[in-house]
């Protein structure tokens, strides 16, 4: 399983199996393997919340509604947990890095051997 980076934070109080599913979708991965709330990294702080009462209808990005402005907190910031998508190289924290360093290459979570 692979843990989605934050780039700005996202918040949502109406977060539901449907919206995380389609953010994960949206992102490349199968879907969502957990999701919650919280202030867990001292990172978020330094971030504008972007998105608020994120609500999908199915798992399809498409289908979802949001506003821009909001009324929350970090507290509510939204950590998911994606199903695997395909091809990925991670260093030995599990975390994604790119091109020119050598790392293990994953798919769909798991190892690729030889």
């Known amino acids: 399983m692979h843990k989605w980076k934050i780039i700005k934070a996202v918040v949502s109080t109406q977060s539901?199996?449907?919206?995380?599913?389609?953010?994960?979708?949206?992102?490349?991965f199968t879907g969502s393997a957990r999701w919650s709330n919280g202030l867990k990294y001292d990172l978020q702080n330094n971030l504008t919340i972007s998105l608020d009462e994120v609500t999908c209808s199915d798992e399809?990005?498409?289908s979802c509604d949001y506003t821009t402005s909001h009324d929350c907190s970090h507290n509510e910031d939204?950590?998911?947990?994606?199903?695997?998508?395909?091809?990925?190289?991670i260093d030995e924290n599990g975390d994604s890095v790119g091109a020119g360093v050598e790392a293990l290459?994953?798919?769909g979570g798991g190892t690729v051997c030889d």
């Open 60 to 62: 399809d990005w498409a």
């Open 78 to 89: 939204v950590f998911l947990q994606c199903g695997a998508g395909g091809f990925e190289l």
């Open 105 to 107: 290459l994953t798919y």
């Open 16 to 28: 539901t199996g449907n919206s995380a599913n389609a953010i994960c979708k949206e992102m490349g």
